[in-house]
């Protein structure tokens, strides 16, 4: 079964600061990976997804993020936090052969003025 | 086009009661999958139904229930409420379902049992 891990529960940065959230995944063939972000009072929005190709994907709002197939690894990543991001964000696992999705227990991110 | 609706947004609950709450997909959405959000355990998934069927189901006792109907729109039962169950519900639409689609997620129901 596959797994997720978002090792960091709260971050902090300053606005105009670059951010990286890290996700590790544990699956053995190749994950349908996703990152979503959770506003207050809010449902979930996908930032970004992964399947196949170009190991490094683009989202909205700026983000990216790259897939590390020898680290099992999908880190999140801005060069410049707006006050805007600060919300809480989800890093998501769908395996191959499988049918449902598998999430991280979040990172929450705060940004400071 | 609407997004995903849940109704009701906010319902308290006396232990031992029961529960429907109610999710209203994106038009010529025909999965359906819940989840429940806790702080500190993110978002555990409950079940997801495909065209009235339920095809995956999550580690959570029987008291948690679901259905789907003909329209797609799906409804989530918990009876003899206990006070751990007190989260928020979500529900997320997509058009073939989990895992290499795009989920749109409600709102939610925060779910608060006394």
């Known amino acids: 079964a596959q797994s997720v891990t978002q090792p960091d529960i709260h971050i902090t940065v300053s606005e105009g600061a670059s951010l990286e959230l890290r996700c590790n995944y544990s699956?053995?063939?190749?994950?349908?990976l996703f990152w979503y972000v959770q506003s207050p009072g809010q449902g979930l929005q996908l930032l970004l997804k992964?399947?196949?190709?170009?190991?490094l994907v683009q989202g909205i709002k700026g983000f990216e993020a790259e897939f590390k197939r020898s680290q099992s690894s999908f880190n999140l990543r801005k060069p410049s936090v707006h006050w805007s991001d600060a919300a809480e964000y989800f890093c998501?696992?769908?395996?191959?052969?499988?049918?449902?999705?598998?999430f991280g227990t979040g990172t929450r991110l705060a940004v400071r003025p | 086009k609407a997004g995903v609706t849940q109704t009701p947004r906010y319902l308290i609950k006396t232990r031992g009661q029961q529960v429907t709450l109610s999710c209203s997909p994106i038009?010529?959405?025909?999965?359906v999958s819940w989840y429940q959000q806790t702080p500190g355990q993110g978002l555990q998934f409950l079940f997801e139904?495909?065209?009235?069927?339920?095809?995956n189901k999550g580690n959570f006792p029987g008291r948690f229930s679901g259905r789907q109907f003909s329209n797609s729109r799906s409804e989530m039962n918990v009876s003899t409420l206990e006070l751990g169950d007190s989260a928020l519900y979500l529900c997320?639409?997509?058009?073939?379902?989990?895992?290499?689609?795009?989920?749109?997620f409600g709102s939610g129901t925060q779910l608060s049992v006394l």
């Open positions: 997320a639409s997509s058009t073939q379902g989990p895992p290499n689609e795009k989920l749109f």
């Open positions: 699956y053995g063939a190749t994950p349908y």
């Open positions: 992964y399947f196949s190709g170009d190991t």
């Open positions: 998501a696992v769908g395996a191959s052969s499988g049918d449902k999705l598998t």
């Open positions: 038009s010529g959405h025909r999965s």
């Open positions: 139904y495909f065209s009235e069927t339920q095809r």
